[in-house]
């Protein structure tokens, strides 16, 4: 099965400064890659995802990028706000008919300054 | 609505006793899945049901019982739970497999087993 890897686990950053985690999956047939904000004691929420056949997407402060020959995708997030203080889980899943099995990296918990 | 739901937010039972979690989208999804999150780990992925048929179980205990009794609605009856168990559950469903699997989470319900 698909084994997602997740680095750093804690990350603090000065507000305004740029933020980077990055994950490895295992499964090369993995094609469908979310990233989640989480929280305290709320439902994680889709921030951004890319797909296969996509190197790099952004939408307004957040980036993701993906390269499939290393198998690793990376989140940015530049100006960080200390709103953006939160739990950031990557994940990865295989998107076929009838498989929704979607396995999550361990979580980087950011901590961004004023 | 574009809203996943869940009842009861919080759920405190003794380990003999007999409960169900219940979870709620009017978003023409028809895919749902269960999660069980620990404390300051990721979500765990215990069941896929996909067109109202059961499509993944994660190898879960017999104690947790999924149902969908239809394309909207999503439960899990719980039995004869263990300490362990504690933890939240959250629901997730996703549009169509053939179409997208971008997953949405309700809120969850955190359960404590005494």
């Known amino acids: 099965g698909e084994n997602v890897e997740q680095h750093p686990s804690t990350l603090s950053v000065q507000e305004g400064d740029s933020a980077v985690i990055k994950c490895t999956y295992s499964d090369s047939a993995s094609n469908y890659f979310p990233w989640y904000k989480q929280e305290l004691g709320k439902r994680p929420q889709l921030i951004i995802d890319?797909?296969?056949?996509?190197g790099e997407k952004k939408d307004q402060r957040i980036a993701v990028t993906l390269n499939k020959t290393a198998k690793h995708f990376s989140l940015h997030i530049t100006e960080t706000q200390p709103e953006d203080s939160a739990v950031y889980f990557c994940a990865a899943s295989l998107f076929t008919y009838n498989n929704n099995d979607m396995r999550f990296g361990a979580g980087t918990r950011l901590t961004v300054k004023p | 609505d574009t809203e996943v739901t869940q009842t009861p937010k919080h759920l405190v039972m003794g380990m003999t006793n007999k409960k169900s979690l219940k979870c709620e989208q009017h978003?023409?999804?028809?895919?749902m899945y269960w999660y069980k999150q620990k404390a300051k780990k990721p979500p765990e992925l215990m069941f896929v049901?996909?067109?109202?048929?059961?499509?993944i179980n994660e190898s879960v205990p017999s104690r947790f019982s999924p149902e969908c009794p239809n394309s909207s609605l999503l439960n899990l009856h719980l039995h004869a739970l263990q300490p362990e168990d504690s933890a939240l559950y959250l629901c997730?469903?996703?549009?169509?497999?053939?179409?997208?699997?971008?997953?949405?989470f309700g809120p969850g319900t955190r359960l404590t087993v005494l």
């Open positions: 890319i797909r296969s056949n996509v």
């Open positions: 978003m023409g999804h028809r895919a």
């Open positions: 049901y996909s067109y109202e048929k059961l499509s």
């Open positions: 997730a469903s996703s549009q169509d497999n053939r179409v997208s699997d971008t997953q949405y």
